[in-house]
T-cell receptor, first 112, second 114 residues
């Protein structure tokens, strides 16, 4: 069966510090991968998605970037965090061209 | 652009009762999928039910069923025999196009009470 991992689970970082969140998927190959951000009490905003190694699409301009160095690994990064980067970050994967996504447990990021 | 609207920010239902959550969407696509996701206090998103737009039959998963009205672009979720564990945020979502991108509604917070 497939599983998706995210780490860390929680993170507190000062403004201006770098960020690296990691997501890995097990039990499948060539998945579509996604990064979402959820502000408190709000819906999910798609940040990035990837259909293959090295292929990254950005949905909104922001202070973040994403990379996919391996087939089942998706990394969300920032060189300098802003207060507005605080939120709950969810990674997801899908085996489909069009279909449902399966989510990881999420990372709660607080920028102080 | 696709949009998903959930007009009920909060709802409450008593245990064992039935509740219906509303969702409308807007798209010009003909091939798409609709989903309901549940987000309990742990905040992990859990797929509840899926509906393919080309299927006329409404999807059902145990106590969860949908009322899919394609012409009206409506996709409501019915939860029967509500349980305390159903307390969560419920998000309606829509997928179309390449890469299975999802567009989410703003969510409905459901509280199941004794």
């Amino acid at each position: 069966s497939q599983t998706i991992h995210q780490w860390p689970a929680t993170l507190v970082q000062p403004v201006g510090s770098p960020l690296s969140l990691e997501c890995t998927v097990e039990g499948t190959s060539n998945p579509n991968l996604y990064w979402y951000r959820q502000a408190a009490g709000r819906g999910l905003q798609l940040l990035f998605y990837s259909v293959g190694i090295g292929q990254i699409s950005s949905e909104v301009p922001q202070n973040l970037s994403a990379s996919r160095p391996q087939d089942r690994q998706f990394i969300l990064s920032s060189k300098k965090l802003l207060l507005s980067d605080s939120g709950f970050y969810l990674c997801a994967w899908s085996p489909y061209t069009v279909g449902e996504q399966y989510f990881g447990p999420g990372t709660r990021l607080t920028v102080t | 652009a696709q949009t998903v609207t959930q007009s009920q920010p909060e709802m409450s239902v008593q245990e064992a009762e039935t509740v219906t959550l509303s969702c409308t969407y807007d798209t010009s696509e003909s091939n798409y999928y609709l989903f309901w996701y549940k987000q309990p206090p742990s905040r992990q998103m859990i797929l509840v039910i899926r509906q393919e737009a080309y299927k006329q039959q409404n999807a059902t998963e145990n106590r969860f069923s949908v009322n899919f009205q394609k012409a009206a672009k409506s996709f409501s979720l019915k939860i029967s025999d509500s349980q305390l564990g159903d307390t969560a945020m419920y998000f309606c979502a829509f997928a179309t196009g390449t890469a299975s991108k999802l567009t989410f509604g703003t969510g409905t917070r459901l509280q199941v009470t004794l």
